[in-house]
């Protein structure tokens, strides 16, 4: 997982966070999917005759790193037809305005988002009065609701609104052909629970604890063969670009691990909503019969970590 976002007064992201801006080749994933972010944001580059979509966009000032990787992959950037995002929070459209300009691609966006996306950050229910969390504003062309879908050339693919790390968080979801096979692909959005998010008390903003069990149950139920988080470090990029060299596209072929990871979420979030409320602790639910489960810890999926003021929060940035 990538380091804790816990910034103080006169911190800055790039001081916490060097492997938000290193750049790594590209990767082929499978079919028309190829990984173009850096260490460890995700971008990702949809192949298609019909031009490319690319999905989220990193850190501001990425844009130029994140062209050389598609360029590098042999494809140009310039032929990019539509941006996605899974989140506006500036990791991952930090270059989002950027691309815009320089490809004039139509930018789609799940509701309301694209309203955070038009204030540069600004409208963030956690982030809006935290200037390291701006970035350059851009306008939305084409506003998605739950289940609405985007096609570009022999590909479609379906948006689910998944709320909680965003108000507008969206999940992407597309069949693939790889190698005579068939893989459903699911590119999540993030569902961990930023430090000071508040779920019960004065909530962060209303019906926030139930737009996290809602999004970890459409998730659980989408079943992915892949799934293709915004961050390399939630599913461990690196070992899985090691394994490739002996296990083709079968080393990103990870049902189980998504199970894993989405109990991991569910666990974190009753246990902080535990915490607001003073409830019974996760371990005596479990052992009473309740439905949080204990953490596993495998396969580089990690369990929660407990904070200095006592709450459960993961072990990851947002």
Known sequence: MAALLSLGAGSS???HHPEWFAP???LHVAGPIWYVGTQDLGV??????AGHILIDGAMPGSGPAIAASIEKAGFKPEDIK???????HVDHVGTAAWFKKMTHAPLAAMAPDDALLASGGRADYLFAKDKEFRFPPVTVDRVLHDG???????VTLTARHTP???RGGTTWVMPIDDGGRSYNVVFPCSTSINPGTRLVNDPSYPGIADDYRRSLDILIGLNPDIWLPAHASFFDLAGRRARMATEGTQAFVDPSGFR???AQQREKLEAAIVEETGGTPPAADAAAGGHVRSCVSRGGHLSPSLQADGRIYESEPH
């Open 164 to 166: 909680g790390h965003t």
């Open 44 to 49: 990702y580059l949809i192949t298609t005759p």
């Open 260 to 262: 894993d990871r989405i």
């Open 82 to 88: 539509q941006l996605l995002i899974t989140h506006a």
């Open 24 to 26: 790594v080749d590209p």
């Open 148 to 154: 609405d879908t985007v096609t570009l050339g022999d």
């Open 13 to 15: 992201l790039p001081t």
